[in-house]
Structures are given as C-alpha cells and as structure tokens.
DNA sequence: TAAATAGTGTCTATAAGACACTATTCT
DNA sequence: AGAATAGTGTCTTATAGACACTATTTA
C-alpha cells in the first residue's frame, strides 16, 4: 500500500470485514418512513404537517410517518402511514431518499425513508381545518420553524427535487382534479416554479405537446365557462396507487 | 367515516399509532449502505463488482456494500465500505435511493441505502485484473446474472438515474481526469447516452457552454496531438469529498 | 353594462441536429 | 507516404419567449 494516493486510486486488498461482519454486533437502527405531502390551495403549494404529541419535539410541528414493520415493503409503510396519519389513500407516492444522521433522533439511531406525495386540489377535505391544532396545511414557504427532527432539511431536498422534475414529468398530474382548465394546470405549474407564465405560451405548450386532450365539458360559474381537460396518457403507475 | 372514498381524499382521523408506537415492540432492520462504482474501460462503462465469499450467495457477484454502523452517518458508511472494499477515496458519491423489500436478504430483514459512485479512466488500478477472481469490472450491459440480493434491481435504477442525470449535470467530471481532451470527453458522454454523438456538434456544446476550459498543454503519440481542458466550474461539492 | 375569466397568433432568439473535409504528428 | 487522430463551419429545424387584445358568461 505504498502507492501515492493522491495520484492513483487502488484497489489493493485492504482488511474487509464486509464478508464476516456479525450484523447483531452493533445496535441496530430503527427504520421510519416519513411522507412529505403536496397540495395546491389558493394558488400556493402547501405541505400537510401533523403536530407531535410526545416526546421527543412535542407540540412541534413534524412530516407524517411512523416506523416500518417487518412484514412490509417501504413503499407499504409509506402508504400505511400516510393512510393512518392522514385517511389518505391511492396517492401516487414517490421516494425521495433516506436520512440517516445520528442524532437526528434524541430517542435512538433511526433512519428514514422520505416519499412525497402529491393530491389534487379539489379532493382536499382536511377535517383538521375546522378541527385545527393536530394537522395542518402550510404554504412551502410559510412553515413553522424550526420543524421537529430534520424535516427542515427533508422538506427543503423534497421542495428542490419536486422542482427539478416539474419540467421533465408531468408530475402536475398528481396536484389536478381528473378534469381540469388550463388556467388551473397553469396556476399549478406557476406554484411549484414559483414565477409567472405567460398564459398564450403555456397553453401553446401544453396543447401542442399532447400532454392534455379536450373533454367536451365545460365549467359554470359567474364567468365565461372553460372547456375542461385531461391527461392524455394513462400513465398513473399501477405500483404507485392503492388499489382500495 | 361514512364519506364517500372513491370521490374525496379524506382526514377524518383513522386510529393513530404513530405517536405511541414502540420501536423496540418490532424487530429492527439492519441497514446497509451499497455503493455502485462506475468507470470507463475501452470506451464502455463498467461497474465494480465483488465476488461473495460467504453465505448467503457465495461465489456470485455483488455490489460492494456493508453494514452502517451506530455512529457513522449514511454518507460516510458508504465512503467507509468502498475504501474498506476497494481502497477508492476521495470519489463523489450520490445516493440513489433506499431498497428495502421484506426478503431481499435471507439472512434477515435489511434494508440497503444505495449510492453511486464515479471514478476517472485514467487512475483505476484495479488489482483483481491480474489478481482475478474476487473483484471485477463488468460492462454495465454484459452483467454476471443473477447477481446476489436485488442487486440486479439496483444496477438497473442506478443506471437509468445516471443516464437521466447525464443530460442536465457535470456528471462526467466524475469519469474524466483532471484534464482531458474532448475526444474522452465525448467518449464518456457517448458511453453514459449509449449512442453516438457528432464530433463537431459536441465540441461546439462543450466549449460553448462554457463547460470547460482550455489547458495550454497537449497529449504526445503518434499522430497528431489533442489539447488538453478541464472542467471551468470548482463544483465538487466538498460535502462529497472524503479529505484525506 | 360591468365584472370576471377564457381564449387566441406572430415574430424573434436560441439551441440542436445534419452533414464532410482538412490538419498535424509520428513512423 | 501512410496511419492515426485532431480539429473545424454552415444551414436547417424545433423550441421558447416576448408581447395585448377580443370573447363569453352571469349578475
């Protein structure tokens, strides 16, 4: 081993206990999954946080999530949790990426798996609204700081990751009623850029690309009805949605 | 709870665990950290692979990989197991996601946190080429099949992401010595895209973009030389960086 | 008829792609 | 002189962006 290593990388043989390692040796972690949920509410992009009733952080504001079981998937976890924290199902659920610091947990090494999520606007029906206090919506850039663990640093990667893919995925799917206007796909393409578009080149855009194809309705109101769309591929993921 | 569910996303509260719920009342994971190393070889990419010398899987090809210990973060577990495996530091590494189905270990439940890796053409001293048998580079599309664990699976994730980051990061500094000339440059772009480029489009990309910059020095052999770049931007985020 | 929202077209600038030959060095 | 690799420019096409007014409905 006495080749220079600023040089040169090598593989020469060092000891490896990858092969003999004893997992049971060192403590193990426990595995959360935490979800990070999106909607659209009056134009601006909002996350869904539960209040913490026990320590550790109690009375903080936190992600949803709890611990995998044994007998599950992480994909399963994440949907169960999301189910039992939110009675929200048949969301298509994505990961992100796993969080593991020590410490980031005062109770015990735990690392978690962080999804997002995405629901539509109008299908909304937040109980807590009324109820208040335990569970919220919060304008992604109006949270209540400081977040319990680092669901700050997990809501900030999750926010930069929905970005980026705004513009290769038609992940505005996810946020839109099964029909919608344009002007609504617009408002929310223009939340989660966060700049205005121009409404002539938008439309031109999402028409031309065949993202979205006219349905014959229209809408009501005190206004000039608009014609209503939907998505034009199927293009859900089966493995992403809850069947019940 | 009498809403009708097909039509409305709900949050009336269902029975909720997650603030009472005792990590110790399940068995916990072991968690493992797996790093998928990539080079170029003769103009094709190729992975890093470890031949398993004990149960379960042995003698088939693997990820290199271990288990994450109580005081280590995720990051440095995977910068630990590679320079334990192969004695590469000093490397950019990108996690890719978490892979944790029930059953993807026989031994017990792990859950595995998989990064990837990317290391220059021109310092890979691989001392299993001559040594053989216990790790290999295999070209990304003439894998030893089956590979152990769902590493099948994770080769063909980690794959699709680098070609997807290919297109809109700097991702082959990683792949490049410290300086190059345009031709390995577009090797490497070519080798990640799996098609063929045009030479003078690509050199007109390249510099254009101020990607790069030219070095005063050349390249020496028998035939004409080709001037030397490097990459304009710092850019290596020193987070990724072991120091030493 | 006022309020509110829907809907529509052109021009310009930039980026990407197709395409083939000359230049330099060494043996 | 031949082998090997480096290096170079134009034209076309597609895409994105700037930009402002008319149309329809209900109260």
Known sequence: MDRDRSEYYTFEKMPDDSQTYDPSAFARPSVTADIVIYTLREKRLHVLLIRRKAWPFEGTWAIPGGFVRPDETLDQAAKRELREETGVSGVVLE???????????????????AYTALIPSDRVVLRADTDAADARWFAVDDLPRPLAFDHDEILAEALRSLRERVERENITRGLLPVRFTLTQMQDVYEALLGRPLDKRNFRKWALGSGLVRGTGQETRGPHRPALLYEFASPSLRAADVVPA
């Open 95 to 113: 990961q992100l990426r796993a969080f593991g610091d020590p410490g980031r947990d005062p109770r015990t090494r735990v690392i978690t798996v």
